[in-house]
């Protein structure tokens, strides 16, 4: 079993997939993952919509731009999409005054979700899946789809099915091009 810096090491985005289920413990497996992400005092702030009908995927294919989005046939073609949405106003807002936010970053719940995102592609990658972010869409539009409610943001999609095809890492800066000691 590969140790955790190989399973950071080779996660990559994958956007072709095999014509293969994912069989329900592994998805057990990846949505209990979300469930141990950490998050602000512990909020807890997500919530997955597990996407497997054709006809949904389509739709919210459909909230994709038509070009510049090379994810766009991933969203019909892996059977599984999962929508990461966050509640508002909980992560990072003062437990006393609710409707204050405690940093100078607001709502906390876009580093959440990316940390519980994060641990949900890395756990896939270690059961040899496939994953891809998807960003670029019509938030609104996906959010009507799938009736996300008033209180939360539809965030993300994440296609996941076992991959296609071995895809090669990108480069990488090296740690002497990003890290800086004491001062920037």
Excluded at 73 to 100: Q, W
Excluded at 143 to 155: C, M, Q
Aim: hydrophobic share 40%; with cysteine; net charge positive.
């Amino acid at each position: 079993m590969p140790g955790f810096l190989e399973i950071v090491k080779g996660r990559r985005s994958v956007r072709k997939y095999e014509d293969k289920e994912i069989p329900e413990d592994a998805l057990d497996q990846v949505l209990e993952s979300i469930r141990w992400s950490p998050s602000w005092a512990n909020t807890q702030c997500w919530e997955v919509v597990v996407v497997k009908d054709p006809a949904v995927k389509e739709k919210l294919q459909a909230t994709l731009p038509e070009k510049g989005n090379p994810a766009r046939s991933a969203m019909v073609a892996a059977p599984v999409v999962l929508a990461l949405c966050g509640r508002l106003k909980t992560s990072g807002f003062d437990k006393k005054e609710k409707e204050r936010a405690s940093t100078k970053f607001g709502d906390w719940f876009m580093f959440d979700l990316g940390i519980a995102a994060q641990t949900l592609c890395l756990t896939a990658h270690s059961l040899g899946l496939g994953t891809v972010m998807v960003g670029l869409f019509d938030h609104d539009q996906g959010k009507a789809i799938l009736g996300v409610p008033e209180g939360y943001e539809l965030v993300a999609y994440i296609p996941m099915g076992y991959p296609a095809k071995k895809n090669e890492a990108p480069r990488r800066r090296e740690k002497e091009e990003y890290v800086h000691l004491n001062r920037f």
